[in-house]
């Protein structure tokens, strides 16, 4: 057994192929999401990450059920679209509340756990958009980089304890939130050609991604085989953001 994991986002695209991953890798996963898994799986658990009481009580449990956890995935993200000047109040609330406070909360607690045991390792789900401006995503945009700079921070203090902080940070691809914000049958050819209105550059390498490349992608970062990688932001875009 490799260990205990616990994935947040996990009813979504990408939350259920990393949840999925990590059990082919060995972790007993605890899934969870605000929302109810489907299909359900033998250990998961309906949280709203923004309680801080209700992510006490989940780790607690965690630790008490499965064990010590080894390994978190921060994979749960909200996205509001609209100008900046139209956002709402609630809007941000709901990103930040989430991709931002949702991450530091569960981060947090699970840290506490792993850094007297002298290890673990915390993957956040971040976004290329959180390192390039986006039109008409500040919000998604502003609070996945900050959820990314919290992460490294949070890895640079844990360093010494051996705790390894990471972040994968994915472009566009096939899940329901990318499809959200197709208008019509042109979606897919936009998002891989860009947008010149947008200000948007396509996909250089010709393909939108699948949610078990991005699942890859956490596994190989919480592997042994990263064992000297901590603090790094592995971008699985196909190119789109150009390295930046």
């Known amino acids: 057994m490799a260990g205990v994991a616990i994935v947040t986002g996990a009813a979504g695209d990408i939350g259920r192929c990393v949840t999925a991953r990590l ?3 060995g972790h007993e996963v605890c899934a969870v999401d605000r929302e109810p898994l489907s299909p359900p799986v033998s250990w998961s658990r309906q949280v709203d990450i923004t309680d801080p009481a209700a992510v006490e009580r989940l780790v607690s449990e965690v630790e008490t059920e499965l064990g010590p956890i080894e390994v978190l995935v921060n994979g749960a993200g ?3 679209t609209a100008p900046v000047l139209e ?3 609630q809007d941000w609330s709901d990103m930040v509340g989430v991709n931002l406070f949702g991450t530091m909360q ?4 699970v840290a506490r756990r792993m850094v007297p045991r002298g290890g673990g390792v915390i993957v956040t789900i971040g976004s290329n958009a959180g390192t390039v401006p986006r039109m008409g995503m500040a919000g998604y945009c502003s609070s996945k980089a ?20 990471n972040i994968v940070a994915p472009g566009s691809t096939e899940t329901a939130m990318l499809r959200s914000l197709w208008t019509d049958e042109t979606g897919p050819e936009t998002t891989l050609r860009g947008s010149l209105d947008q200000h948007r550059l396509g996909i250089p390498l010709g393909r939108i991604a699948t949610p078990d490349d991005i699942a890859e992608a956490v596994a190989y970062l919480v592997s042994p085989a990263a064992r000297q990688i901590t603090m790094h932001t592995l971008t699985v875009d196909g190119g789109a953001t150009l390295g930046a």
């Open 78 to 80: 909200v996205l509001r």
């Open 23 to 25: 059990r082919s890798m």
């Open 87 to 89: 956002l709402t109040s």
């Open 146 to 165: 900050a959820a990314a700079m919290f992460t490294r921070c949070l890895g640079l203090e844990l360093a010494a304890a051996g705790v390894r902080c």
């Open 106 to 109: 569960l981060s947090t607690a």
